[in-house]
């Protein structure tokens, strides 16, 4: 019996989700290192659809139910940011995970983002942050993306990122990751997992991810966008995370 190609479900974070081309722009790096090793991977970009988390989730139970009752596929999922937590929640409505293992970048943890990421954010870009609970929560601008996303430390890639953010992420409620004793909470993932964090992320800092199957994981000297940062090293980690994925 012929094996089945590998499949890879990508769970973008909470900007640039409500389209297939926003999902694969953000994740044009890791799918490029995965496709150099087998170009016959078959990528899944996932669209968010709902107005609050619960809705997401529930969405994403629907859209991926073929691909949970697959036994003959290899599946295996990678997750941005908020994605990491849309993938938890996703994994404790299934009594049998379908991903033989998973990767996340920046990942959100169970708990929602930490306090020092609160924070860290409200210090950075009060206005934003302030503006996001009367419903706008997205960067007003290229600096505001710059000081949430890239730590005020890369305005030519916070250029590049602004015009990829979702224009009206009218589902989006901040309280969901941010607040403490409002915000989600899900069940660690106990998958075998490769995880990147950028040492100068400043939602999610020096997360351990605590509870979760980590196999790996890697600090580059970067900040939460690390995603779309194109440097050797970086590209490194992404070869090293495509192999992981693949060998399940």
Known sequence: MTRSKTIVLLFPGAWGNDT?????????????????????????????????????????????????????????????????QVLAAFLQNLRHPPFRRVAHIAGIPSSGVPVSGTLGVLRAAPAFFLRSFGGRSMPADVGETNRVLCGGTDEALASELHPWIS?????????????????????????????????????????????????????????????????????????????FLLEA
């Open 20 to 84: 297939p081309e926003r999902v694969l722009w953000w994740f044009e790096h890791p799918v490029a290192a995965l496709r150099a090793i087998d170009p016959t991977v078959k990528i899944v970009p996932i669209v968010y659809t709902g107005k609050t988390f619960h809705e997401i989730v529930c969405g994403i139970c629907y859209q991926l139910a073929p691909y949970a009752s697959r036994d003959d596929a290899q599946t295996v999922a990678i997750a941005y940011s908020m994605g990491r």
């Open 167 to 243: 224009p009206e992420p009218m589902w989006w409620k901040i309280a969901d990751l941010f607040l403490p004793g409002v915000r989600v909470q899900t069940n660690p993932i106990r998958i075998p997992t490769f995880a990147t964090v950028g040492t100068n992320d400043i939602l999610v800092g020096s997360e351990s991810y605590a509870g979760d199957q980590i196999v790996a994981i890697n600090r580059p000297n970067s900040h939460h966008a690390v995603i779309r940062k194109d440097r050797p090293d970086i590209r490194t980690i992404w070869e090293q995370q495509a192999c």
